[in-house]
């Protein structure tokens, strides 16, 4: 199975600053790999695929890149509405992974 | 609008079954796959399993921790997901949801709408 490494797995910060994760494959996935947004009680939200492919409606501070191993996400200008749980999922080989979650906190 | 409401789920004791199922509306339900996860209490997401397309065989994969026991299936002329759960065990106690695959055909993998999710407990 493929293994997802992500850290920090808590971070805090302030509305408009800038939060950036970062999620690390066991093997090269190409850029197959997504990234979810979990706030508790609601459905996950699909933000990015292909590591850096915006889904639509996605607000432009969300940011994805990387390839091969090593990605990450970036939030700019952080927004109350961001506060929540973000996972990276890679969908190169079945079984499907996550990484374990970064909790993006109010400072 | 798409929209993906899980239900079934509820309280079991080890051993025994349950079914959970997904009811889908706004999208041409057809023509997706359908994929799975859970999230158990404090834990990340878990992948669970995936059903393609009956154009492209309507077959399921499943997680290696669930294989066996669960069984993915779809009814296309309801838009309904069915997740059937046997042999259940404290393990499986998570919220379940259901996901709709970003591409139409063959699955991307890739989820682009989510349910709301349904609370299964397993204990005696």
């Known amino acids: 199975d493929i293994q997802m490494t992500q850290f920090p797995s808590s971070v805090s910060a302030s509305v408009g600053d800038r939060v950036t994760i970062t999620c690390r494959a066991s093997?090269?996935?190409?850029?197959?790999l997504a990234w979810y947004q979990h706030k508790p009680g609601k459905a996950p939200k699909f933000l990015i695929f292909?590591?850096?492919t915006l889904q639509s409606g996605v607000p432009s501070r969300f940011r994805g890149g990387g390839s091969g191993t090593e990605f990450t996400l970036t939030i700019n200008s952080l927004q109350p509405e961001d506060f929540a749980s973000y996972y990276c999922?890679?969908?190169?080989?079945?079984?499907?992974?996550f990484g374990g979650g970064t909790k993006v906190e109010i400072k | 609008e798409v929209q993906l409401v899980e239900s079934g789920g509820g309280l079991v004791k080890p051993g025994r079954s349950l079914r959970l199922s997904c009811s889908a509306s706004g999208f041409t339900f057809g023509n997706y796959g359908m994929s799975w996860f859970r999230q158990a209490p404090g834990k990340g997401l878990e992948w669970v399993g995936f059903i393609s397309s009956k154009p492209y065989g309507g077959t399921a994969d499943y997680a290696p921790s669930v294989k066996g026991r669960f069984t993915i299936s779809r009814d296309d002329s309801k838009s309904i997901a069915y997740l059937q759960m046997n042999s259940l065990k404290a393990d499986d106690t998570a919220v379940y949801y259901c996901g709709k695959d970003w591409g139409s055909g063959s699955g991307s993998y890739y989820v682009d709408y989510w349910g709301q999710g349904a609370q299964v407990t397993v204990s005696s």
């Open positions: 292909e590591a850096h």
């Open positions: 999922q890679q969908v190169q080989r079945l079984p499907l992974t």
């Open positions: 093997q090269d996935i190409g850029t197959w």
